[in-house]
Each structure stands twice: as structure tokens, then as C-alpha cells.
């Protein structure tokens, strides 16, 4: 780099970076506004003196040399590039600099002008993003501790992710395990030293590229992409992988890790969306684009990982004792943005995506350790009825998932109920095999929503269930359809008859309860009794009642 004549002094002057220019001595011969505010140094103290008083004293050797070096040979060694080292300030700190030196000659003189830039901000950050990818600050590598940790969590979460489903569902879950190293492998084996591919959860994986370009992002992506044109074979099953790639820059995309990854989700949403097997870039525009349901999704993995869900108990009550006999566990999610967010809204959507089975089983395991924690306390034990949907029951380690939280939570599967739809018997071929296993283990099953489904009641005499829930819509039209009530009293005599127990949900006013009693309807659960309501809260209850 060759600069004519001395620099503008105003420009100098106004820059926020330090400008210093220095003879071929590395004697100080200007000190702008920026040197002063970013090394202390006023100018009057600075002019005359070796430039090397802005470095510590471990740099100044080399630095001399290489200035010498520069100067008989001609040939430069940091001179027009851009440099990261420490700087030194009056008061005896150091702090990151970032410095590009530039030559130039007049009058057969050779000087040295350094810009510098205090980058302890942009450290600051890039530092805590490295932390965040767990990058060991050595090798640049993952750390091994949370690598191993991430990893283990991460292959549990597995199931949950569409391809990888699939794949499990068809194969196993061991071959859906090997399909991701091996991908994990490819993704790692086409990297540079400095990058770092780590693994999000399920089949998402995130590339670290330090001191990169949109540029060269645009041309790395589609070697990703790429990688995976040729099939992968494991045990002679031949599988496709379709890569979707969301990028995002930074700074311009995020300055901290939390936007970064959340943009860079956004990104690969968005091409997804579009039919995979493809890269995108950021842009801001694209929150409004992805759509509602994509932002849905986005959040409920997220709700899972931030622990934004909790469980709500709805007490049941004997009808003519008026005793509470168990409660229903009820997920809520309160998104920090979007706030309550029904289940109506989100179950349905988490059935679709398979990430009801990680939410399943964490309700799951929530209630059992609540209810265990009430018997702890010494309240009289309950049962506590846990929904699960048709697809959960489609998981082929449902059983074993089950039995594994009972033993964890230490409760007695006497005191659990699973609350199944009529859909599970229709949906599934396994449904009345896996129920057995369930039933003989001691869990109590009942049907939810009956009378909404196609199920007669004689059909329900071949599988091996306890109780029937009558539906809301039919409670609460006791009073206005007279086929309606004719259908409660119905559904109630012919459960008795196959030893069934019946509760009806959605009792609001006293009047239905009277109907219920009448006809000897067995438990009744609704906002007459109570809403659902927080663990503490219902803890709260029992305390005083007992
Ligand atoms: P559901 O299993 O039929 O649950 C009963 C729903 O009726 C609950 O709504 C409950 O809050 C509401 N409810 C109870 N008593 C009354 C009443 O007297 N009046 C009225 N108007 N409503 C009453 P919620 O909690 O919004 O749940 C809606 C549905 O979401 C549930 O229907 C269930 O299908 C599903 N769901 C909730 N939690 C879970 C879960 O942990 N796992 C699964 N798979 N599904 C869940
Ligand atoms: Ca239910
Ligand atoms: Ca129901």
C-alpha cells in the first residue's frame, strides 16, 4: 500500500480510531483525537516518543524487528493487513486491538501510519459466542464435557425430528443414530480447521464459519448441500438426506448468539418451506413471511428447551361423595412474547410435527412426580390421568418409556390413569396389545372425548379399559338437546353394564350435576368443581382439606 503526501489533518483529527503516524525510527510524529481516547495518552506526551509505547512489553521486541526488517528488505510482514493483538494504555491496561499499518515514502524518508481500533466490544462478543458453541479455546474444537452431554440429550430428542422419525419408525432407532454421525461426518470432514459443526437437537446441526464473508458463505453452503447428493448406506439401507441451510452473518444478522441461531432458524424455516434441499440467507423480512404455523413449530421446541410449559391439575370428583379422586394433568405453555397459548392451538400442531413425544413424556414424567410429591406429603393418594395422543401411542417404546418414568418418579402405576382417545384404537394396529401390557403393569386406562369418535360401545368391550370419559359437548347440552341427555343416560347405563366406570367432563353448572347423580353417573370433573389450577395452587387445596 502506498499513501501520497501526509493525510488530511481534520480526517485525522475526527476519526474514533487512533491514527498515529510514526518515522523510521518508530518515533511518534502525529497523535489524532482517537489515540488519545483509546490509549489515554495525550499528545503532548506521546510526539517524540517510540511507538511502541502502545504495545505491552512482550510485543515490542518483534514489533521493532519487524519494522526494521520492512525497512532493509522491503518486504512486508503485517504492513497492509490488518492485525489483532493487545494494546497498552497509559493507566498499564491491556485491551484487543486491531491494527493495519500502511508505508509510505516522501522525500526519501519512509513512515509508518497505524490505525487502530479497540475492538473490546467485538471481543467481548465473539468470545461469548464461542463459548455458547462450546468452542475449547486450544484447538478451536467443541469442548469434549458439553459436546458429550449435548450429544446424549440430543440423541433421546432424536425421535422427534420428521426424517430422523422415519427413519426410526422404519429402521430403528439405531440406524436413525448412525444415519446422524454419519451425516455429522460428512458435515465435519468437508470444514475447516477453525470452523465447528456441532449438533442443535434433533437433525439440526450448526456451522460456526470465524472471520468469513457472505461470499464465501455462498460458496461453502452448496457444498453442504452437495455432500449429501450421494445416498447414504448403513447396513445396506440406502438413505437420502435433504439439507436445509439458514444462515446468518454476523454482525449484520445478530451480535449475540441467541439472534444469531434464532435467524439462522428462521432462515432454514423459510427453506424448508420452500422444499429443502437448499440454502438461504437471512433477511429481516422474513419473520413476517414465515408463516404463523413455522413460527408455532419454532416456538414449541424451543417452549420445550426453555422450559416455558408447565402442568395444570383439574380435580375429579365422586358424584355422591363429593370427594376429589384424582385430577387430570393439563399442559399449559406461557411463550414470553406470545403469551397463553391453548392446547387446542398447539397440541394439535405438535401431533403433526412428532413433537408431541418429547412433550408427552415430559408431562408425563411431571405428573407422576408431582403426584408422588403430594404422596410424599402425606395426602391421601389419587390418581392422576395423563392424556396421550394417537401418536404417541404409535411410538413403539411407548411401554418402556411408561415403565421407565413410573420407576424414575417412584409412583405406584395404580396411581396412574392414561387418558386415551377412540382414535388410538383405530390409528393403531398394536393398540390393543400395547394396552394389555399397560393394564396388566396396573395403570388405569380410560377413553377421553367418548361419543365423539365412531366407537360403539360393544366394540369397546375388546380392549381392556376402565373407564369411559363422556365428552364435554354432551354434559353441557344436557338442558338444551333432549337427544343429548338421552345420550349421557344411555352411554352410562351400557358402561355399567361392561363394568366400566363413567366420568363426565365439562360440568359447569350445579343443574348437571344433579342430572349425573340422577343417573348414576360415577365422577364428574369441571369448572363447577374447579378450573384447572398450578401444582402449588392445588397443593394449597389439599392442605386444607386435610
Ligand atoms: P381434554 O383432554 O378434553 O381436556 C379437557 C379440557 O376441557 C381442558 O382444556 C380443560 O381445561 C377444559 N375444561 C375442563 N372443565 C371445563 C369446564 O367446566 N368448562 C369448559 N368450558 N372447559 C373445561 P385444555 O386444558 O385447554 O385442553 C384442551 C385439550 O388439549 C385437552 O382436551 C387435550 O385433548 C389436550 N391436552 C391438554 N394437555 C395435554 C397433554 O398433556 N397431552 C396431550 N396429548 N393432550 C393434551
Ligand atoms: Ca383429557
Ligand atoms: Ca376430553
Known amino acids: 500500500m502506498e499513501f501520497v503526501g501526509f493525510c488530511d489533518n481534520s480526517v485525522i483529527e475526527s476519526a474514533n480510531d487512533a491514527i498515529i503516524l510514526a518515522d523510521s525510527m518508530g518515533t511518534i510524529i502525529s497523535w489524532n483525537y482517537g489515540a488519545q481516547h483509546i490509549f489515554g495518552y495525550h499528545e503532548k506526551d506521546t510526539i517524540g516518543k517510540k511507538l511502541q509505547i502502545i504495545l505491552p512489553e512482550r510485543y515490542r521486541e518483534a514489533h521493532k524487528k519487524g519494522m526494521e526488517r520492512y525497512l532493509s528488505t522491503g518486504t512486508p510482514h503485517v504492513i497492509g493487513k490488518t492485525v489483532e493483538l493487545q494494546g497498552l494504555r497509559e493507566d498499564g491496561s491491556e485491551f484487543p486491538i486491531e491494527l493495519s499499518l500502511a ?33 475449547d479455546p486450544l484447538t478451536g474444537l ?100 435433504t439439507p436445509s441451510i439458514g444462515i446468518s452473518l ?17 432462515a432454514m424455516y423459510r427453506i424448508k418451506e420452500q422444499g429443502k434441499n437448499s440454502f438461504q440467507f437471512y433477511t429481516p423480512d422474513m419473520n413476517e413471511i414465515v408463516s404463523q404455523k413455522m ?27 363429593g370427594q376429589m379422586i384424582g385430577v387430570e394433568a393439563l399442559i399449559r405453555w406461557q411463550h414470553p412474547e406470545w403469551g397463553h397459548i391453548s392446547p387446542d392451538e398447539f397440541i394439535p400442531l405438535a401431533e403433526e410435527t412428532g413433537l408431541i413425544i418429547p412433550i408427552g413424556e415430559w408431562v408425563l414424567y411431571e405428573a407422576c412426580y408431582q403426584n408422588k410429591i403430594w404422596q410424599n406429603m402425606g395426602y391421601s393418594p389419587m390418581r392422576i390421568a395423563v392424556n396421550i395422543s394417537s401418536r404417541q401411542f404409535q411410538q413403539n417404546n411407548l411401554v418402556e418409556m411408561i415403565s421407565n418414568t413410573l420407576k424414575e418418579t417412584e409412583l405406584d402405576p395404580q ?10 384404537i383405530q390409528d393403531s394396529k398394536y393398540a390393543i396389545t400395547t394396552m394389555q401390557k399397560l393394564k396388566t403393569m396396573g395403570i388405569h386406562l380410560s377413553i ?35 337427544k ?27 343443574e348437571q350435576l344433579h342430572f349425573l347423580r340422577q343417573r348414576q353417573c360415577n365422577e364428574a370433573q369441571g369448572y363447577f368443581f374447579s378450573r384447572p389450577v398450578s401444582g402449588e395452587d392445588l397443593s394449597i387445596f389439599l392442605k386444607n382439606r386435610s
Not at 415 to 424: K, N, P, R, V
Open 142 to 241: 467443541p469442548n469434549r464435557h458439553l459436546l458429550n452431554d449435548r450429544l446424549t440429550q440430543a440423541l433421546d430428542q432424536a425421535r422427534e425430528n420428521k426424517q430422523i422419525k422415519y427413519i426410526n419408525d422404519t429402521l430403528g432407532h439405531a440406524m436413525g443414530d448412525r444415519l446422524l454421525i454419519e451425516v455429522a461426518k460428512r458435515i465435519r470432514d468437508s470444514m475447516g480447521k477453525m470452523d465447528t459443526v456441532s449438533r442443535q437437537g434433533g437433525d439440526e446441526f450448526i456451522v460456526l464459519l470465524p472471520n468469513t464473508t457472505s461470499d464465501k458463505v455462498t460458496k461453502k453452503a452448496p457444498k453442504i448441500v452437495h455432500l449429501f447428493t450421494q445416498s447414504v448406506v448403513i447396513s445396506e439401507h440406502e438413505m437420502f438426506v
Open 415 to 424: 396411581y396412574l390413569e392414561l387418558e386415551l382417545t377412540e382414535s388410538i
Open 484 to 510: 343429548d341427555a338421552a345420550l349421557v343416560h344411555t352411554i352410562i347405563d351400557m358402561a355399567h353394564n361392561l363394568d366400566l366406570i363413567v366420568i363426565a367432563e365439562g360440568v359447569e353448572p350445579q
Open 250 to 266: 454476523y454482525p449484520s444478522d445478530g451480535r449475540d448468539i441467541e439472534t444469531l441461531i434464532k435467524n439462522a432458524d428462521t
Open 448 to 482: 377421553d372425548d367418548f361419543g365423539t369418535g365412531y366407537s360403539s360401545l360393544s366394540y369397546l368391550k375388546l380392549f381392556p379399559i376402565d373407564s369411559l370419559k363422556i365428552d364435554r359437548s354432551f354434559t353441557s347440552n344436557i338442558f338444551e338437546d333432549s
Open 103 to 135: 508505508t509510505w515514502v516522501e522525500e526519501g524518508n519512509t513512515y509508518f501510519s497505524s490505525i487502530i481500533r479497540d475492538i473490546t466490544e467485538r471481543k467481548k462478543a465473539e468470545e461469548k459466542i464461542n463459548q455458547m458453541v462450546y468452542l
Open 295 to 321: 413460527k408455532l413449530e419454532m416456538g414449541l421446541r424451543k417452549g420445550l428447551e426453555r422450559g416455558e410449559f408447565k402442568v395444570y391439575y383439574q380435580p375429579q370428583m365422586d358424584v355422591i361423595s
